[in-house]
């Protein structure tokens, strides 16, 4: 090989370690502003429920000292024992602070000693989930220019697609999902007897934020930020294949988190081969807005599975 070759495949990895750094800080870049509004208001609405251990053995439960509204410390507690149904006893505890503990120590604080187990953990920025819901359309909306600023006919043209290609767009908008389901299953099956994931029981004042999230703007966000702006600088460094599986491996990587001790071989499988039949109907068909709506369809179906489960 000769000098000039090295230099050009060296110019090349370069370039791609470069593309790979700014997808990486991208995705940073907007977790951080997802999670902005807590870190800047600092408290939290919280609402917990709590394994209290019972002191006198099993029937002795007197919570009276903090049932009710303690309007000093701006508390809100409840027998939860019911709700739970698992023979246990349980409290729930409604307040604003910047820490679980706040509930902890008063709990502790009149004679009642918390358990190791926190169920329906409900903990959003002080003000409403509106906050997270505006964070999440700034982000939409600067993700949509950036993505569209040297092409502004980019959206007309997916339409007309979609308008002129309709079986071929409703089949684009499933396959992500059937595939998801399809990685998942196999790999279930191929495991063996996997443990049944525990949903936790869902309360109906949060139905609506939640699908707001699940089902709305965690695919707006993804997409054009997956499949849109990354796929974009990815590609224009390597082949097609080498930019989905890049973009693939970032963004499996971003939902487990700093958690990878836990991971979960399903959960991960189910990750990557939807985002890899995503980035399939980006290259395919062209079009973004189909992996926006595979993604919400997706999302829908988990999340009518997960509402079926958990609610009261």
Known sequence: MSAPDVRRIARKLLSLYMAVAISVAAVLTVSAILV??????????????????????PGS?????????????????????????DGKWWIRCRYVAD????????????????????ARIVMQPAGGSWI???????????LGLIWSWRDASRL?????????????????????????????????????SAPAPQIPPMRHEYMVAMFMTI????????ELLYRGVLFDVLVKRSTVVVAAC??????????????????????????????????????RTGSLLLCIVGHMLLNLF?????????MD
Not at 36 to 57: C, K, N, Q, S, W
Not at 62 to 84: L, P, Q, W
Not at 99 to 113: F, H, I, M, P, Q
């Open 36 to 57: 902005l509004p807590a870190y800047v208001l600092g408290h939290a609405d919280m609402d917990i429920t709590f394994d209290i251990r019972e002191p006198g053995g």
């Open 61 to 85: 439960r007197d919570g009276s000292a903090v049932y009710g509204f303690n309007e000093a410390k701006g508390i809100t507690c409840n027998d939860a024992t019911d709700d739970m149904a």
């Open 99 to 118: 820490k679980v503990s706040y509930a902890t120590d008063y709990l502790r604080a009149n004679g009642l000693e918390v358990g190791g187990t926190y």
């Open 132 to 142: 997270n819901l505006v964070c999440a359309a700034f982000l939409v909306a600067c």
């Open 156 to 192: 007309r043209r997916e339409l007309g697609w979609i308008a002129g290609n309709k079986g071929r767009s409703l089949l684009a908008a499933v396959v992500p999902g059937v595939v998801t389901m399809a990685a998942a299953g196999a790999c279930t099956w191929m495991m063996g």
């Open 215 to 222: 089902v709305v703007t965690a695919p707006l966000v993804e």
């Open 246 to 283: 890049l973009g693939t491996v970032i963004f499996v990587g971003a939902h487990v988190g700093t958690e990878f001790w836990k991971i979960d071989p399903v959960r991960v499988t189910a990750l990557g081969m939807g985002s890899l039949a995503l980035y399939a109907v980006r290259f």
């Open 302 to 310: 988990v999340f009518s599975v997960y509402a079926a489960s958990a």
